[in-house]
């Protein structure tokens, strides 16, 4: 009987460190569901309960059936048929049939199609702990956002022929985007969408690494608009499964073996628009990227919690030199940076996620329309500020927890040595499956991209925001080293923004973005250390012996927030000082360091 | 078709989570310090139930337990899956029932129910790993059992095919309806909690549960919206209370032993077949297996 939620003390202690009735407050509105729908909660109270409850129901799945059937799913993969369908590996099956029955597969729909109605922040937490089970199946879990951009921008008519579908668990989805030519540049995508004369749309063409291609419901970006090139040209269509939509390979990949990458070819087939044309990639895809950097987020922490925990048992068990090797200060070292990096990239993860769901609320009000016009310059500046902040905050969450993913699946095999590069362990499963988190929805280097200018416009004031948290007068020099270290990187981003065109600001990029990390990660741990719980179970509560687990927690986290804080002063100074040095060598010697550029 | 089913459950302290605290200094178990479980193999009863309702729509499943009112929790754990109906047998005149007594008083709750096609329990508890209570039952209600069940292979109309373990092998089964079923932890892996409906009979409470917690107003819109669990004592399901309780229990507890194993020296085993063949002799021999 393992439950992944229960025996992961630091995701039940941030969902009492967050005020999670503000977002069922922002989920449920005035709560009038509850009248309609008997499984929608009455109160906040009641939905936070609800929240929990269901994560504990997650956990247990996860931990009693994915993660026994994960080696297997590695080792079988999914198998191509000879008439251009899928069979997904026995256990996937298995997986999606328990995750359906247990009503998880619209987690973050409305009540009125079936779905759960959960904030962005729990669904993020329940994804890491489906991924911890098994990391490829999160690849399917994980694109909930389908049917939460079918709700956002389609017409109830496709609404009601697609999400209760989701929420009966028979349908899975897919997001049709990339092709041979169109990676990371979107805006290149050729697939054809046509409208005969009756005004029926049809695709032709090819897709390529498509996750989940042999799902049952298909968002496809393709050009509409044939006289445009760029993302202008481009509208979001939506389409089932069916005799004109086959699979024509399935990719042979190193790691998330379990998750189908699928070639598509699509022959004349049927499909609608969803939303209006031309706007499939510039508004719709781009709606998708918040939650879909975080999901990658979520999915290398449970990656990342899983390897780690393995490295643990082996460290405390493993006895060489006649001690338990995890008694030797370089082997503690290496528990210590996993365990706290893991921490770290959960923080901040879950902290976007925050910001996140005020965000989606603020634009479905906007959406809905308001006539009181200071509310609606109030929701507009919200939208404005929450844009900007998430703008920051998912590409940063996305690129730390990735990037964490794999030096901590590294270092778990350092510590099982010989035995973890054997495939007697699952950290070797996990090295494979970590090695992706940092490339597709967006390599490292593109999110980096999307994170540097908001660090450089909104970095400050946000956590100018953070100083104002009301801290006691104790964490007071923890606190100056912070204020010290945002000044400076004030300094550094003059120092950038004061050089010649944005080339510059590109090779600071990752160095600021760590930088940022730091600062804002230090105040989430600081606050996590002071702040009294906002949900006051028995976690929280003394027992008989005297013991209080939330305290207990808080304790270790100022321990946490103490090493964090201090350890990352001198680094924080030496990244800001390399900065304002100015060393443009990278590019400008390029040719003599990395050797001469062929020409193409 | 559709049918009747019962799956009786019981709630048990977790003999998993046993832990130094888990014995009274008497011998007797501390349920206090004992998370209260489902029963592992009733949990694959209902499983079985809910099986047999996917493939016969209209299909009824009652959940019931005999029990305290903190014993409702496994009741809206059944609804959790998809049973539909709760009942809790309770009645402190219940109090200290054996397993002649505890069947007596089931059977009589079943009977109450009217007619019923299939009666499914776990084939024991874990708890007291009698495995007699659904024996019993069938016995009392005087209707065929099947106990050790590994598979439903049929069921068609009245006719129900099983196949069912004893021991080195297996024995298929049929017979008519109505059945008492006692089903193994291998016959299935239950399904999971449906979030949905957890997030509706969580509100499910007994009247006796709500007038603990000082709601007793609140039964009547918990009656309306269904989410009202019955209570059934001794007197509405009509059981003679000679056969209840302490009084129609004949087990009596002789003596209760706390048994602390303590490893006492070592034995090397060659890791020869000689060797192998002498261990797994000697371990016969002191019935530690066969």
Redesign the interface.
Known sequence: ?ANFYTDNDDIRFLFRHYQLRTLADLMEGDYSDAQKY????ENADDAV??YE??LD?IG??SGD?IAPRAEGIDLEGNHLNDDGTVTLSQGMQENLK?LG????MAFTLPHRF?G?NCPNLVYTMSNEIVSRADASLMNIYGLQGIGETINAFATEEQKRQWLPGFAEGEFTGAMVLTEPDAGSDLQAVKLRADMDADGNWYLNGVKRFITNGCGEVLLVLARSEHDRAGGLGLSMFVCGRGPTVKIRRLENKMGIKGSPTCEMVFNNTPCDLVGERRRGLVEYVMSLMNGARIGIAAQSLGISEATYRIARDYGSSRVQFGTPIENFPAVRELMVGMKMEIEVARSLSYEACWNVDHENYVLIKLAEGIEDKDKLKEFKQASKRLKRINGMMTPLSKYYASEMCNRVTYDAIQVLGGSGFMKDYACERHARDARITSIYEGTSQLQVLAAVRGVCGTGEKYLLEKEEFPYPAEVKDLLDILKAGREKMTEAIAFVKAQPGTEYMDLAGRRLCDVAIMLIVSHLFLQQSVAEPKWNDAFCQSDKDGRNAYQELKKRKSIIANKYIRTNEAKINMLLDDIMRGDRSTITEYALIAGDVPEL | MAYNIVVLAKQVPDT?AVTGKAMNDDGTVNRSALPAIFNPEDLNALELALQIKDDNPGTKITMMTMGLPSACEVLRQGMYRGADRMILVTDRRAAASDTLATSYILSCAVKKLGKVDMVICGRQAIDGDTAQVGPQCAEKLDIPQITYVQELLDLKDQTITIKRSVGAGWEKVQCQLPVVLTVLDTAN?P??????????F?KAHSAMELAKADKADLADALKA?GLLIEEWNLDHIEADLQWCGRDGSPTKVNRIQSVVLAASGHKKIEPTEQGLRDMIHELIEDHTIG
């Open positions: 009987m008997d499984s929608a909660p309960d609800n409850r269901i129901v247990q799945i059936n328990d029955q247990a009503d998880m079936g759960l | 998993k892996i399904r999971p909690v449906a979030a949905r409906k957890m997030m509706k969580k919206k």
